[in-house]
């Protein structure tokens, strides 16, 4: 129990203050705690570090992050913008896809007003994959003998799967013709 306490505590305060290595304790539940707790634990934590950093930037992070990532975070305003009526379409896929680094989205969504909720549902879905393989990894690290034996067919399979599920509904959406006023 202790452990688990531990880790928990170790991996929030890193997600939450954006210290690299989150990965590492990644492939450390799986390696402790076995695919299925390894899983649930590294997404009930990725997910709460990443909601406390969203609610620290929304205090105090407005001046930083235009500081920081002034162009990104235009970019980011506007696309939050035009897809307002799917975001969370849009905020899964940002999670899924490394077009904005999940740091910038966990500092920079408060700051463009995308509501917690959409937030804490593409956080937590969109992290599944990326948990996925990590966890898996750590089961069978004493095994790797190259990066190439992480993604079986089985790995491939499942992340192509949730890939497909996640854009599908943007791509859906795409194609409908805007409505007219």
């Given amino acids: 129990m202790q452990v688990l306490v531990g880790y928990s ?26 695919i299925s707790r390894g899983l649930a634990l590294v997404l009930f934590t990725a997910t709460a570090g990443a909601s406390s950093c969203y609610f620290l930037s929304k205090l105090i992070g407005r001046p930083l992050v235009f500081l920081l990532f002034p162009d990104k975070v235009t970019f980011f305003q506007e696309q939050v913008a035009k897809r307002r009526q799917n975001l969370l379409n ?14 910038f ?17 593409a ?3 969109g992290l599944i994959p990326a948990a996925y393989v990590t966890v898996r990894a750590g089961i069978t690290l004493g095994e790797l003998r190259s990066i190439g034996d992480l993604y079986d067919f ?15 509904p943007t791509l859906m ?3 409908k013709p805007e409505p007219t006023s």
């Fill in 105 to 121: 989205i966990n500092l920079a969504s408060p700051i463009v007003n995308v509501p917690y909720h959409i937030f804490f549902l």
């Fill in 154 to 168: 089985h790995s491939i399979a499942t992340l192509f799967l949730i890939g497909i599920v996640t854009v599908t």
């Fill in 173 to 175: 959406n795409k194609n």
């Fill in 9 to 34: 505590v170790v991996y929030i305060f890193m997600q939450t203050f954006m210290i690299p290595g989150t990965v590492f304790m990644s492939l450390l539940a799986g390696a402790l705690f076995g």
């Fill in 123 to 125: 956080t937590f879905i």
């Fill in 90 to 103: 849009y905020m899964l896929f940002l999670r899924v896809t490394p077009t904005l680094p999940n740091t």
